[in-house]
Structure formats: C-alpha cells, structure tokens
C-alpha cells in the first residue's frame, strides 16, 4: 500500500483479509481504530536497552548493509527513506546469509517474516537465527497460531543471553526461551565493511 493511502482504511484492508492474523481489528469501532493508530504512531522504530552485557538494540527489520549503528539511528532521527523501509522492512541480511554484523551496537535483535537462510529454502521455523551481532528472532508464531504449522513458534529471549544458548532453547509449548545469561560483556561480532583504499 502507498504512503498516502488513508491509515484506517489500511488497516480496515488488513482486517478483511486476516493478513498475518489482523482480523481482529475488523472488532473494533473505528474509534478504536484511530486510537490504535495514535499508539503505533507514538512508537519508535527502533530502540536502544542498556543490558547486564552491553549496548542491544530492537527493531523490525534490519540496519541496511554496509550501515553502522551510529549512521543508522541518524538516517531514522532524518526521516531518510530508505533508512526508514529498512528499519522496517528489510530482509536482505537474513536471505543473504550476511554475518557481517553491525559495528557500534553490541547485539540486535529483529523481527519481521520469518525468511529462508541464503542456502536453504525452508523458514527458519527452527529457531532464532544469529548473523554477526544480529539475532533474527522471528520463527513463525503467527503461524503456529493462525495454520498450527510445524515447527513455527514463539521465540523469546533474554537480552543477556549466553550467544552458545541460541542453539539449543528452552522450549515450552510453542514458546522458544533463550534465557541462560552470561556476565561478561557481549563478544565483537560485527565486522567492519571493507572499503577499497582511495588514490
């Protein structure tokens, strides 16, 4: 949908079709609607938590290639468009199998649809996926929820979590917990973008 497409009538769409579970908006008044609206307008799109072992960081989609974390938070803090579709669309990491990380942030994590691995094509219904310092934490739950799919679940973590535990979750249910913690501060995963010298 266009940017200048009305928001509630977006979201009335959604509702209509059950995109990704959203049918339960077709509930609620359109007074409602609006308000819903004003709350995910007030949200950021991304954010930053000081934890136990650093810098982690939140979003839905991924920090663009090559971007640093720094370069990042001032494309979203400048309304930059393509900063912005990133932050919260963006996939490219995750399909591409890039583990290059990104540099200036201890950890990330995001969200969004869960993608086939660059040598696989099956969704990582496995499990969280770790791509440098970037934790790619999407597993399906909606669609264990809304197709009772195999292998899709709830992924969960604490944001301390040993970097070995991603293997091996505590699971319960549909629920993937990630919450044995580590003390010591999180491990430089990122990796500088190498550039070609100028001259």
Known sequence: MDNDDDPDETLEVLSRINFNGMGWIAKLTANERVELLKRFAALPYAME????????AVLHGEVPRGMDWEDFVAGLEH??????????????????????????????????TPQPAASSS????????????CYATDSGAVFAELSNRRGAALTMANMAFQTGSLTSPREEGRVRLHDQTADAPLGAYAEAEQTAPRG
């Open 79 to 112: 309304g930059d468009a393509d900063v912005l579709e990133s932050c919260l669309r963006g996939r490219e990491r995750l399909k591409r199998g890039d583990s290059r990380g990104v540099p200036g942030i201890g950890r990330i994590f995001a969200g969004h």
């Open 49 to 56: 938590v000081e934890s136990t072992r650093g810098c982690v």
């Open 122 to 133: 099956s969704r990582q219904f496995g499990g969280a996926a770790r791509l440098g310092n």
